[in-house]
Protein backbone atom coordinates (compact mmCIF):
# COMPACT_ATOMS: atom_id res chain seq x y z
CA UNK A 1 0.00 0.00 0.00
CA UNK A 2 1.29 3.63 -1.19
CA UNK A 3 0.20 6.08 1.33
CA UNK A 4 0.24 9.45 -0.01
CA UNK A 5 2.71 11.52 2.55
CA UNK A 6 4.23 14.51 1.70
CA UNK A 7 7.10 14.14 3.55
CA UNK A 8 7.69 10.66 1.68
CA UNK A 9 8.50 10.96 -1.77
CA UNK A 10 7.88 8.04 -4.28
CA UNK A 11 11.26 7.52 -6.31
CA UNK A 12 10.58 6.53 -9.31
CA UNK A 13 14.48 7.70 -10.67
CA UNK A 14 13.50 10.58 -13.14
CA UNK A 15 11.42 13.40 -12.90
CA UNK A 16 9.75 13.44 -15.97
CA UNK A 17 8.61 9.88 -15.01
CA UNK A 18 4.53 9.51 -14.92
CA UNK A 19 4.46 8.47 -11.85
CA UNK A 20 5.73 11.30 -10.57
CA UNK A 21 3.11 13.73 -12.11
CA UNK A 22 0.46 11.31 -10.45
CA UNK A 23 1.82 11.18 -7.64
CA UNK A 24 1.77 15.23 -6.98
CA UNK A 25 -1.40 15.56 -8.48
CA UNK A 26 -2.57 13.07 -5.67
CA UNK A 27 -1.05 14.67 -3.03
CA UNK A 28 -2.57 18.36 -4.21
CA UNK A 29 -5.70 16.99 -4.32
CA UNK A 30 -5.20 15.47 -0.51
CA UNK A 31 -4.51 18.69 0.83
CA UNK A 32 -6.73 21.06 -1.76
CA UNK A 33 -10.18 20.48 -1.00
CA UNK A 34 -10.86 23.51 -3.87
CA UNK A 35 -9.02 20.78 -5.87
CA UNK A 36 -10.64 17.71 -4.99
CA UNK A 37 -13.88 18.79 -5.60
CA UNK A 38 -13.20 20.41 -9.05
CA UNK A 39 -11.86 16.79 -10.00
CA UNK A 40 -14.63 15.35 -8.89
CA UNK A 41 -16.58 17.68 -10.78
CA UNK A 42 -14.63 16.94 -13.78
CA UNK A 43 -15.16 13.18 -13.63
CA UNK A 44 -18.90 13.51 -12.96
CA UNK A 45 -19.46 16.23 -16.33
CA UNK A 46 -18.30 13.28 -18.68
CA UNK A 47 -20.92 10.38 -17.74
CA UNK A 48 -24.45 10.70 -17.46
CA UNK A 49 -24.42 7.68 -15.02
CA UNK A 50 -26.34 7.98 -11.98
CA UNK A 51 -24.27 5.98 -9.81
CA UNK A 52 -22.08 9.47 -9.22
CA UNK A 53 -24.00 12.03 -7.69
CA UNK A 54 -23.73 15.68 -8.10
CA UNK A 55 -21.45 17.71 -6.23
CA UNK A 56 -24.04 19.14 -3.62
CA UNK A 57 -25.38 15.94 -3.09
CA UNK A 58 -21.91 14.58 -2.03
CA UNK A 59 -20.22 14.46 1.32
CA UNK A 60 -16.78 14.44 1.27
CA UNK A 61 -16.31 12.82 5.08
CA UNK A 62 -13.97 10.31 4.73
CA UNK A 63 -11.76 10.66 1.27
CA UNK A 64 -8.09 8.06 0.79
CA UNK A 65 -5.35 8.09 -1.34
CA UNK A 66 -3.32 5.79 -2.64
CA UNK A 67 -0.81 5.36 -5.81
CA UNK A 68 0.68 2.43 -7.05
CA UNK A 69 -1.00 -0.24 -5.26
CA UNK A 70 -2.05 -3.08 -6.55
CA UNK A 71 -5.30 -3.63 -5.28
CA UNK A 72 -8.19 -1.52 -4.59
CA UNK A 73 -10.31 -0.89 -1.54
CA UNK A 74 -14.16 -1.87 -0.92
CA UNK A 75 -16.68 0.30 -2.53
CA UNK A 76 -20.25 0.74 -4.05
CA UNK A 77 -19.15 1.85 -7.30
CA UNK A 78 -15.83 1.92 -9.22
CA UNK A 79 -15.14 4.32 -11.73
CA UNK A 80 -12.11 4.11 -14.22
CA UNK A 81 -10.23 7.16 -15.08
CA UNK A 82 -7.78 7.83 -17.37
CA UNK A 83 -5.86 10.92 -17.63
CA UNK A 84 -3.54 12.22 -20.69
CA UNK A 85 -2.78 14.88 -22.79
CA UNK A 86 -5.45 14.59 -25.50
CA UNK A 87 -9.12 13.36 -25.79
CA UNK A 88 -8.74 9.46 -27.32
CA UNK A 89 -11.54 7.08 -28.07
CA UNK A 90 -11.81 4.37 -26.11
CA UNK A 91 -13.64 1.09 -27.76
CA UNK A 92 -13.29 -0.94 -25.06
CA UNK A 93 -16.30 -1.41 -22.12
CA UNK A 94 -14.99 -1.13 -19.13
CA UNK A 95 -14.80 -5.07 -17.45
CA UNK A 96 -13.06 -6.99 -14.64
CA UNK A 97 -10.33 -9.10 -16.19
CA UNK A 98 -7.96 -11.75 -15.05
CA UNK A 99 -4.50 -9.61 -14.96
CA UNK A 100 -1.89 -8.47 -11.75
CA UNK A 101 -3.05 -4.91 -11.43
CA UNK A 102 -0.54 -1.62 -10.70
CA UNK A 103 -3.04 0.94 -10.39
CA UNK A 104 -1.27 4.49 -10.80
CA UNK A 105 -4.00 6.40 -8.55
CA UNK A 106 -6.85 5.32 -6.33
CA UNK A 107 -9.18 7.95 -4.67
CA UNK A 108 -11.99 6.46 -2.07
CA UNK A 109 -14.45 8.38 -1.19
CA UNK A 110 -16.35 7.60 2.18
CA UNK A 111 -16.66 3.48 0.76
CA UNK A 112 -19.15 4.60 -1.55
CA UNK A 113 -16.57 5.88 -4.75
CA UNK A 114 -13.60 4.65 -5.89
CA UNK A 115 -11.44 6.19 -8.72
CA UNK A 116 -9.19 4.26 -10.09
CA UNK A 117 -6.85 6.21 -12.37
CA UNK A 118 -4.23 5.47 -15.47
CA UNK A 119 -2.39 8.27 -16.00
CA UNK A 120 -0.86 8.68 -19.72
CA UNK A 121 0.79 12.23 -20.55
CA UNK A 122 1.01 10.56 -24.06
CA UNK A 123 -2.42 9.41 -25.65
CA UNK A 124 -0.18 7.37 -27.96
CA UNK A 125 0.73 5.18 -24.86
CA UNK A 126 -2.32 4.17 -23.63
CA UNK A 127 -3.06 0.57 -23.29
CA UNK A 128 -6.91 -0.08 -22.92
CA UNK A 129 -6.70 -3.24 -20.91
CA UNK A 130 -4.68 -1.07 -18.17
CA UNK A 131 -7.85 0.62 -18.19
CA UNK A 132 -10.11 -2.29 -16.66
CA UNK A 133 -9.55 -3.37 -13.35
CA UNK A 134 -8.49 -6.60 -11.99
CA UNK A 135 -11.15 -9.38 -10.67
CA UNK A 136 -10.41 -9.61 -7.77
CA UNK A 137 -10.69 -6.45 -6.87
CA UNK A 138 -13.91 -5.53 -7.77
CA UNK A 139 -16.89 -6.98 -5.22
CA UNK A 140 -19.78 -8.88 -6.88
CA UNK A 141 -22.40 -6.97 -5.11
CA UNK A 142 -20.34 -3.13 -6.39
CA UNK A 143 -20.57 -1.51 -9.78
CA UNK A 144 -18.13 -0.96 -11.85
CA UNK A 145 -19.16 2.06 -14.40
CA UNK A 146 -18.67 0.52 -18.41
CA UNK A 147 -17.68 3.47 -19.88
CA UNK A 148 -14.16 5.11 -19.07
CA UNK A 149 -13.60 8.83 -17.88
CA UNK A 150 -11.33 10.30 -19.83
CA UNK A 151 -10.03 13.36 -18.46
CA UNK A 152 -7.52 15.84 -20.68
CA UNK A 153 -4.50 17.49 -18.47
CA UNK A 154 -5.05 21.01 -19.99
CA UNK A 155 -8.22 21.09 -18.49
CA UNK A 156 -7.41 20.22 -15.08
CA UNK A 157 -4.44 22.79 -15.66
CA UNK A 158 -7.28 25.32 -16.27
CA UNK A 159 -9.50 24.88 -13.47
CA UNK A 160 -6.47 24.09 -11.21
CA UNK A 161 -6.04 28.28 -12.74
CA UNK A 162 -9.01 29.28 -11.81
CA UNK A 163 -8.50 28.32 -8.34
CA UNK A 164 -5.21 29.92 -8.05
CA UNK A 165 -6.75 33.12 -9.36
CA UNK A 166 -9.71 33.50 -7.01
CA UNK A 167 -9.64 35.66 -4.10
CA UNK A 168 -11.90 33.11 -1.76
CA UNK A 169 -9.28 30.62 -2.72
CA UNK A 170 -6.82 29.45 0.95
CA UNK A 171 -3.20 30.86 1.00
CA UNK A 172 -1.85 26.98 1.60
CA UNK A 173 -3.89 25.83 -1.59
CA UNK A 174 -2.49 28.69 -3.65
CA UNK A 175 0.68 27.76 -2.38
CA UNK A 176 0.55 23.71 -3.03
CA UNK A 177 -0.85 24.83 -6.77
CA UNK A 178 1.84 26.85 -7.77
CA UNK A 179 4.45 24.08 -6.30
CA UNK A 180 2.01 21.76 -8.91
CA UNK A 181 2.48 24.24 -11.53
CA UNK A 182 6.28 24.54 -11.34
CA UNK A 183 6.67 20.43 -11.50
CA UNK A 184 4.68 20.05 -14.51
CA UNK A 185 5.94 23.59 -16.22
CA UNK A 186 9.56 22.11 -15.31
CA UNK A 187 9.15 18.41 -16.53
CA UNK A 188 5.53 17.79 -18.36
CA UNK A 189 4.86 21.48 -19.83
CA UNK A 190 3.09 19.70 -23.27
CA UNK A 191 0.50 18.97 -21.04
CA UNK A 192 -0.07 22.55 -19.99
CA UNK A 193 -3.37 24.47 -21.50
CA UNK A 194 -2.99 27.41 -24.17
CA UNK A 195 -6.24 28.84 -23.77
CA UNK A 196 -4.57 32.17 -23.11
CA UNK A 197 -0.68 33.44 -23.44
CA UNK A 198 -0.58 33.79 -19.40
CA UNK A 199 -0.28 29.98 -19.29
CA UNK A 200 2.13 29.59 -22.02
CA UNK A 201 5.57 28.75 -20.10
CA UNK A 202 7.74 27.48 -23.03
CA UNK A 203 8.33 28.43 -27.15
CA UNK A 204 6.10 25.30 -27.32
CA UNK A 205 3.25 26.66 -25.97
CA UNK A 206 3.46 29.40 -27.72
CA UNK A 207 2.84 27.91 -30.90
CA UNK A 208 0.24 25.98 -30.19
CA UNK A 209 -1.52 28.83 -29.04
CA UNK A 210 -0.81 30.75 -32.18
CA UNK A 211 -1.93 28.00 -34.09
CA UNK A 212 -5.14 27.98 -31.90
CA UNK A 213 -5.75 31.77 -32.52
CA UNK A 214 -5.02 31.49 -36.13
CA UNK A 215 -7.84 28.51 -36.83
CA UNK A 216 -10.06 30.62 -34.75
CA UNK A 217 -10.05 33.93 -36.96
CA UNK A 218 -10.08 31.89 -40.15
CA UNK A 219 -12.77 31.29 -42.00
CA UNK A 220 -11.68 28.16 -43.26
CA UNK A 221 -9.58 25.89 -40.62
CA UNK A 222 -7.79 24.24 -43.02
CA UNK A 223 -6.03 27.30 -44.46
CA UNK A 224 -3.92 27.48 -41.37
CA UNK A 225 -0.57 26.04 -41.84
CA UNK A 226 2.71 26.16 -41.13
CA UNK A 227 5.76 26.66 -42.69
CA UNK A 228 9.13 25.48 -41.19
CA UNK A 229 11.91 28.41 -40.27
CA UNK A 230 9.19 31.21 -40.20
CA UNK A 231 6.02 29.61 -38.24
CA UNK A 232 1.86 29.43 -38.69
CA UNK A 233 0.19 31.03 -41.36
CA UNK A 234 -3.22 31.79 -42.94
CA UNK A 235 -3.44 30.69 -46.64
CA UNK A 236 -4.48 33.16 -49.23
CA UNK A 237 -5.79 33.47 -52.39
CA UNK A 238 -4.99 36.74 -53.54
CA UNK A 239 -3.01 37.71 -56.46
CA UNK A 240 -0.69 39.96 -54.75
CA UNK A 241 -0.07 37.53 -51.96
CA UNK A 242 0.04 34.45 -50.31
CA UNK A 243 0.21 33.90 -46.29
CA UNK A 244 -0.38 36.10 -43.53
CA UNK A 245 1.18 34.95 -40.30
CA UNK A 246 1.10 34.82 -36.53
CA UNK A 247 4.59 34.34 -35.41
CA UNK A 248 7.08 34.28 -32.25
CA UNK A 249 9.16 36.83 -31.72
CA UNK A 250 12.30 36.17 -29.96
CA UNK A 251 15.13 37.75 -27.39
CA UNK A 252 18.57 37.38 -28.26
CA UNK A 253 18.65 34.06 -25.64
CA UNK A 254 15.97 32.19 -27.79
CA UNK A 255 12.73 33.18 -25.48
CA UNK A 256 9.65 34.11 -26.65
CA UNK A 257 9.39 38.05 -25.89
CA UNK A 258 6.08 39.08 -28.48
CA UNK A 259 4.13 38.44 -31.36
CA UNK A 260 4.37 39.91 -34.96
CA UNK A 261 1.41 39.41 -37.53
CA UNK A 262 3.49 39.24 -40.77
CA UNK A 263 3.25 39.39 -44.45
CA UNK A 264 5.26 39.61 -47.68
CA UNK A 265 3.72 41.64 -50.62
CA UNK A 266 5.20 40.63 -54.29
CA UNK A 267 7.26 37.60 -53.35
CA UNK A 268 7.41 36.58 -56.68
CA UNK A 269 7.15 38.54 -60.23
CA UNK A 270 3.66 38.03 -60.88
CA UNK A 271 2.83 39.11 -57.06
CA UNK A 272 5.11 42.19 -57.18
CA UNK A 273 3.71 43.23 -60.67
CA UNK A 274 -0.23 42.95 -59.14
CA UNK A 275 1.25 44.65 -55.90
CA UNK A 276 2.65 48.02 -57.35
CA UNK A 277 -0.16 48.22 -59.87
CA UNK A 278 -2.44 48.94 -56.95
CA UNK A 279 -0.53 50.32 -53.89
CA UNK A 280 -0.29 54.13 -53.70
CA UNK A 281 0.92 54.84 -50.41
CA UNK A 282 1.92 53.39 -47.46
CA UNK A 283 0.29 56.09 -45.13
CA UNK A 284 -2.05 53.81 -44.44
CA UNK A 285 -0.28 51.83 -42.03
CA UNK A 286 1.83 53.75 -40.41
CA UNK A 287 1.56 51.59 -37.59
CA UNK A 288 3.22 48.56 -39.20
CA UNK A 289 7.06 47.74 -39.70
CA UNK A 290 7.70 47.84 -43.37
CA UNK A 291 10.77 46.54 -44.82
CA UNK A 292 12.19 45.91 -48.55
CA UNK A 293 12.54 42.35 -48.96
CA UNK A 294 14.23 42.05 -52.37
CA UNK A 295 15.49 38.59 -53.56
CA UNK A 296 16.90 37.22 -56.70
CA UNK A 297 15.11 33.83 -57.55
CA UNK A 298 14.73 31.25 -60.45
CA UNK A 299 11.36 29.40 -60.54
CA UNK A 300 9.91 28.62 -56.89
CA UNK A 301 13.43 29.23 -55.47
CA UNK A 302 14.60 32.20 -53.35
CA UNK A 303 18.92 32.77 -54.06
CA UNK A 304 19.62 35.38 -52.90
CA UNK A 305 17.98 38.51 -50.38
CA UNK A 306 18.71 42.19 -50.57
CA UNK A 307 18.73 45.08 -48.30
CA UNK A 308 17.62 48.36 -48.93
CA UNK A 309 19.22 52.18 -47.89
CA UNK A 310 15.94 53.70 -48.95
CA UNK A 311 12.67 52.89 -47.99
CA UNK A 312 11.01 55.71 -49.85
CA UNK A 313 13.13 55.21 -53.04
CA UNK A 314 12.94 51.44 -53.20
CA UNK A 315 8.91 52.08 -52.97
CA UNK A 316 8.41 54.66 -55.36
CA UNK A 317 10.96 52.92 -57.90
CA UNK A 318 8.94 49.98 -58.58
CA UNK A 319 5.52 51.37 -58.10
CA UNK A 320 6.16 53.32 -61.80
CA UNK A 321 3.47 51.73 -63.43
CA UNK A 322 4.82 52.64 -66.76
CA UNK A 323 7.44 50.62 -66.20
CA UNK A 324 6.72 47.69 -64.09
CA UNK A 325 7.27 45.22 -66.88
CA UNK A 326 10.62 46.55 -67.19
CA UNK A 327 11.61 46.84 -63.45
CA UNK A 328 9.86 43.60 -61.96
CA UNK A 329 10.52 40.66 -64.80
CA UNK A 330 12.86 37.65 -65.40
CA UNK A 331 16.54 39.07 -66.54
CA UNK A 332 19.36 37.62 -68.18
CA UNK A 333 22.26 36.12 -65.88
CA UNK A 334 24.68 38.21 -68.02
CA UNK A 335 22.34 41.51 -67.92
CA UNK A 336 22.08 40.73 -63.65
CA UNK A 337 25.63 42.24 -62.28
CA UNK A 338 25.02 45.61 -64.26
CA UNK A 339 21.17 45.78 -63.72
CA UNK A 340 22.34 45.48 -59.69
CA UNK A 341 24.98 48.32 -59.89
CA UNK A 342 22.48 50.44 -61.65
CA UNK A 343 19.97 49.91 -58.64
CA UNK A 344 23.10 50.84 -56.18
CA UNK A 345 23.28 54.06 -57.90
CA UNK A 346 19.79 54.70 -57.64
CA UNK A 347 20.27 53.85 -53.33
CA UNK A 348 17.22 51.52 -54.23
CA UNK A 349 19.64 48.19 -53.09
CA UNK A 350 22.75 47.83 -51.17
CA UNK A 351 25.38 45.27 -52.68
CA UNK A 352 28.39 45.07 -49.91
CA UNK A 353 31.31 42.83 -50.79
CA UNK A 354 29.73 39.72 -48.85
CA UNK A 355 26.52 40.15 -51.34
CA UNK A 356 28.61 40.28 -54.53
CA UNK A 357 30.29 36.91 -53.09
CA UNK A 358 26.82 35.47 -52.35
CA UNK A 359 25.71 36.24 -55.68
CA UNK A 360 28.92 35.10 -57.52
CA UNK A 361 28.59 31.55 -55.92
CA UNK A 362 24.37 31.09 -55.78
CA UNK A 363 23.87 32.52 -59.01
CA UNK A 364 26.60 33.15 -61.49
CA UNK A 365 28.49 30.01 -60.53
CA UNK A 366 25.44 27.86 -61.43
CA UNK A 367 23.58 26.81 -64.80
CA UNK A 368 21.03 29.55 -63.97
CA UNK A 369 20.65 31.23 -67.98
CA UNK A 370 17.99 33.63 -66.22
CA UNK A 371 16.81 35.39 -62.55
CA UNK A 372 13.52 36.70 -61.38
CA UNK A 373 13.35 39.95 -60.32
CA UNK A 374 11.26 40.17 -56.74
CA UNK A 375 10.84 43.52 -55.11
CA UNK A 376 8.87 42.06 -52.25
CA UNK A 377 7.66 44.27 -49.11
CA UNK A 378 8.03 43.03 -45.70
CA UNK A 379 5.18 44.16 -43.52
CA UNK A 380 4.95 43.07 -39.70
CA UNK A 381 2.84 44.33 -36.66
CA UNK A 382 4.58 43.95 -33.37
CA UNK A 383 2.87 43.14 -30.19
CA UNK A 384 5.00 42.72 -27.00
CA UNK A 385 4.34 39.68 -24.62
CA UNK A 386 2.99 41.80 -21.71
CA UNK A 387 0.58 43.32 -24.14
CA UNK A 388 -0.14 40.09 -25.92
CA UNK A 389 -0.71 38.69 -22.34
CA UNK A 390 -2.96 40.92 -21.07
CA UNK A 391 -5.08 41.24 -23.73
CA UNK A 392 -5.48 37.84 -24.03
CA UNK A 393 -6.36 38.03 -20.37
CA UNK A 394 -9.22 39.98 -21.20
CA UNK A 395 -10.69 38.56 -25.08
CA UNK A 396 -9.32 41.20 -26.37
CA UNK A 397 -6.17 39.91 -28.15
CA UNK A 398 -8.34 38.14 -31.20
CA UNK A 399 -10.08 40.82 -32.08
CA UNK A 400 -6.90 43.12 -32.63
CA UNK A 401 -5.12 40.42 -34.73
CA UNK A 402 -8.35 40.76 -36.93
CA UNK A 403 -8.23 44.29 -37.50
CA UNK A 404 -4.59 44.28 -38.12
CA UNK A 405 -4.99 41.70 -40.68
CA UNK A 406 -7.77 43.21 -42.29
CA UNK A 407 -6.13 46.57 -42.64
CA UNK A 408 -3.14 45.11 -44.07
CA UNK A 409 -5.10 42.93 -46.71
CA UNK A 410 -7.23 46.01 -47.11
CA UNK A 411 -4.20 47.60 -48.86
CA UNK A 412 -4.21 45.48 -52.35
CA UNK A 413 -8.47 46.37 -52.39
CA UNK A 414 -9.64 42.67 -51.34
CA UNK A 415 -12.68 41.67 -49.30
CA UNK A 416 -11.88 39.55 -45.94
CA UNK A 417 -15.47 38.38 -45.39
CA UNK A 418 -13.99 34.58 -46.89
CA UNK A 419 -10.37 35.13 -45.07
CA UNK A 420 -11.16 36.09 -41.28
CA UNK A 421 -14.51 35.20 -39.69
CA UNK A 422 -16.19 39.01 -39.01
CA UNK A 423 -17.47 37.95 -35.45
Same mark, same amino acid.
Request: with cysteine; proline share 4%.
Given at each position: ?????????????????????????????????????????????????????????????????????? +???? %? !??? #? *??? $?????? &? /???????????????????????????????????????????????????????????????????????????????????????????????????????????? +???? %? !??? #? *??? $?????? &? /????????????????????????????????????????????????????????????????????????????????????????????????????????????????????? *??????????????????????????????????????????????????????????????????????????????????????????
Amino acid at each position: MRNLNYFLPYDKGTNNHEDHLTRAFLVLLKFSNSALKSFYTYVKEQTDNSELKPLHKFEFKNVNFQTQVG +SLPN %S !NTY #V *SVL $ITNENI &E /IKREITPIERKAIYDGVIDFNNEVVFFIETKPNKNNVWENQLCPAISDIPEDSTLIKEPIKLEWKEIVNFLHNINESEITLPNEKLLISDFFDLVNSHFDYLNPYNDF +SKCH %S !NYL #V *SKR $IDQILK &E /ISTVQDKVKFHSGWGYYIELDYSEIKKIALLQHYDKDGNWNGLTIGTDFGSTVSQARDFYRKIESLEQISEWSIYPNFHLAFKNQNLVFFKSPDLDKYFNYFKDKDAIWTKIRQIPK *SELQNWLNDLVNLSVLEYPNEKKEEVETKIMNKGYTTVNLCPALYMEYYISKEEAVELDKKGELIPLIKSEMKKILGIVEHSTENIIVST
